[in-house]
């Protein structure tokens, strides 16, 4: 287990326990967690992970979208915004004045036509060397995460990885080529 993985467990986010995400997470962005300034997640539900990522990075600004208000929470170094990520203008106007982001993580709905429009909208918000993973792309017989890939825009790249033999436990992580 990594530090990251421990502290999935300690707040309660599925991203070890169910996805093993945390694994990969620290793999992409472990060894320079304090450098990291800027981290902005797209579900907030109790807020385990915004937790998580403010523990784990120890300088960062946390910000979380969710489109439930009663999601919504302020402590420490966490802040949120009302969002709906099938609605482009909703995003833009709920990281007006935060960013780039280092780290952008999308666990909202896991629909992936909402998977998309997020990710084409916020992409152009990412810090030079950031990281934006999508959790929970299915990839199953009957879906197709390159419709997904297909929009990723040309100057990033894409690949998805797949944690554990779930058919919706696969991350697609994008960086800049
Ligand atoms: C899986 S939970 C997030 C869990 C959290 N990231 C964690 O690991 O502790 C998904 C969250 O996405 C939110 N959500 C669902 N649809 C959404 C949408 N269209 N836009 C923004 N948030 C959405 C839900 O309200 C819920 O809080």
């Not at 999935?8 to 962005?29: C, M, N, P, V, W």
């Not at 385990?48 to 979380?64: D, K, Q, V």
Request: glycine share 8%.
């Amino acid at each position: 287990m990594t530090p990251l993985c421990h502290l999935a467990e300690k707040y309660g986010t599925d991203k070890f326990s169910k996805h093993r995400y945390t694994q990969i997470y620290f793999e992409l962005i472990g060894a320079r967690a304090a450098s990291v300034w800027h981290v902005l997640e797209i579900g907030i539900k109790r807020g385990a992970s915004l937790r998580m990522w403010e523990e784990f990075f120890p300088r960062a600004a946390i910000l979380g979208i969710d489109s439930k208000h009663k999601n919504l929470i302020t402590e420490g170094r966490i802040r949120s915004a009302w969002g709906d990520q099938s609605r482009p203008s909703t995003l833009v106007a709920a990281v007006e004045g935060a960013g780039p982001f280092d780290l952008i993580v999308d666990d909202g709905s896991h629909a992936a036509w909402h998977q998309t429009t997020a990710m084409v909208t916020l992409i152009h918000y990412l810090a030079p060397g950031g990281v934006y993973v999508i959790e929970d792309v299915k990839h199953g017989p009957n879906d197709q995460p390159e419709t997904i890939v297909a929009q990723v825009p040309a100057e990033f790249e894409s690949r998805m990885v797949l944690t554990t033999a779930e058919w919706d436990s696969g991350l697609l992580v994008i960086q800049r080529r």
